[in-house]
């Protein structure tokens, strides 16, 4: 059992710039959630995934961002047109079939926006 | 619709003594509910979790919690703090069906006084 990956694990980027984000829950994990966590903060849900279905979305994710699990397996985060508001950890959860309510949390992917 | 309130964003204790962190919180219905560490620049760590067994849970590194549905709370326990609990911590309520995503309060830093 390797855990959740993230990558990359650090992005520093400039406002304006398109960046994507990698998520690799764990194998038979079949939910996967994203979250946001700004400084000070507890993370806030994003997006949540139930195998290749994107089955909610938070009010959080404006239309410049978008995920996709295609396959079911891996799962993409984009951000079109950074803003420096968007600066944040951006943590990826998934949850096994028999434990859904169980979420193991990667490390996250820290995004600088300049 | 659900959420949870951390009583205190700051405690601090002395090494030895008891902790005490403070939680409520509002669901629907029959909750799961957690308690999260995040130590500085790491990713965040399960404690302990409430999934309508036991009331009183017993967790990792001599943390307790108990959960009282006539109060609507889950507060967190140490009966002895030490240097290395020093960290963020934050309690995270989840529905039993559905999407089963987190609802992360916002945070309750712990500082440990030599």
């Known amino acids: 059992d390797t855990g959740v990956s993230q990558n990359p694990r650090h992005k520093i980027t400039k406002r304006g710039q398109n960046v994507t984000f990698r998520c690799d829950p764990i194998?038979?994990?079949?939910?996967l959630y994203w979250y946001r966590q700004t400084l000070g903060q507890g993370p806030e849900f994003l997006t949540y995934f139930q195998n290749e279905a994107q089955l909610e979305k938070s009010r959080l994710l404006s239309d410049r961002f978008s995920a996709e699990r295609p396959k079911g397996s891996f799962s993409t985060l984009e951000i079109q047109r950074t803003e420096q508001g968007d600066s944040a950890m951006y943590l990826c959860a998934s949850s096994p079939p028999g434990t859904p309510y169980e979420q193991y949390f990667g490390p996250g992917t820290r995004l600088t926006v300049t | 619709a659900q959420s949870v309130t951390q009583l205190d964003s700051h405690v601090s204790v002395s090494e030895g003594t008891p902790v005490l962190l403070r939680c409520n919180y509002s669901?629907?219905?029959?909750?799961?509910l957690f308690w999260y560490v995040q130590h500085p620049n790491k990713g965040l760590q399960l404690l302990l979790k409430?999934?309508?067994?036991?009331?009183l849970v017993k967790g990792i590194n001599g943390f307790e919690a108990e959960f009282k549905k006539s109060e609507t709370s889950f507060h967190l326990t140490k009966p002895s703090a030490h240097m290395s609990d020093a960290a963020e911590y934050f309690c995270?309520?989840?529905?039993?069906?559905?999407?089963?995503?987190?609802?992360f309060g916002t945070g309750t830093r712990l500082k440990v006084l030599a």
């Open positions: 194998s038979e994990h079949n939910r």
């Open positions: 995270v309520v989840s529905d039993r069906a559905g999407t089963y995503k987190y609802i």
């Open positions: 409430y999934t309508s067994a036991a009331t």
């Open positions: 669901s629907s219905y029959s909750p799961s």
